[in-house]
């Protein structure tokens, strides 16, 4: 596992998209799980900006989610909606590219199987972007997650649907249910990389990178990852 501090969030945005843009150029047909939330945004912009110059690099990408809300979230997708509106409403990758979950299947179970399917089908993850919750969880998979787990409906901890509810983008409701990319789906991806920023996650970001192998601390699968590289704020990186 690597770490890179960051001086800020836009330092962060900026070696983000340029490891982004390297693996694209390397492999334009990359296949990439992405997340919603606070720290990518700055990340999706500097990625704009870039594609307005060249939007080349980018018509080849398959894009899945790392998770999403189940209804009575918006059934075309709570995370998927900033997901679109930030990166795929400009990027100009192919329908048939983009891969968003389906939670108004009537089995989710079922769904989630036909999403691995979906990700072996194009010869698997090379790269999955993620950001650190609060207490730790990746993806949607909070703390207590098997580190075997495979993409699966999941429960929410009162605590996280707090969390996502104090962004200051609301795109409808938002649901205690989602489904996630399991533990060791992001296992399984060529490379990983987590984008950390903010004092408030110190305390997740030291048992992710100095705390016991648990799955108490779902993020910490990451310290046996063969590519991982964590992109951290000094403010997140720093002692309290």
């Known amino acids: ?11 962060l945005a900026s070696r983000a998209a340029a490891l982004w843009l ?13 997340p919603a939330g606070r720290t990518p945004r700055t990340l999706y912009a500097r990625l704009r900006s870039v594609h307005a110059a060249d939007p080349a690099p980018f018509s080849r990408m398959h894009v899945f989610a790392v998770d999403e809300l189940c209804p009575p979230a918006p ?6 909606r900033q997901i679109r509106r930030e990166l795929l409403d400009w990027a100009q990758i192919p329908p048939a590219n983009l891969h968003p979950f389906d939670v108004a299947a009537p089995d989710l179970e079922a769904m989630c199987r036909d999403y691995e399917a979906a990700i072996a089908a194009v010869g698997g993850l090379d790269l999955v972007m993620l950001g650190l919750g609060p207490n730790a969880h990746l993806a949607s998979n909070e703390p ?6 495979r993409t699966r409906p999941v429960a929410l901890l009162p605590g996280t649907v707090d969390y ?6 609301i795109q409808g409701a938002v649901s205690s249910r989602a489904v996630t990319l399991g533990l060791a789906t992001i296992a399984e991806a060529r490379e990983v990389v987590v984008l950390v920023a903010g004092a408030h996650k110190r305390t997740p970001l030291r048992a992710m990178l100095a705390g016991p192998a648990t799955s108490e601390v779902p993020a910490s699968i990451l310290q046996r990852h063969a590519r991982c590289t964590v992109l951290a704020t000094q403010d997140a990186l720093e002692n309290p």
């Open 22 to 34: 390297d693996r694209l150029r390397a492999k334009p047909d990359l296949v990439i799980a992405v």
């Open 164 to 169: 996502i509810l104090t962004d200051e983008v």
């Open 1 to 11: 596992m690597h770490v890179t501090a960051c001086a800020d969030t836009a330092e």
């Open 75 to 80: 059934p075309d997708g709570y995370f998927w």
């Open 144 to 149: 207590g997650s098997p580190g075997h787990s």
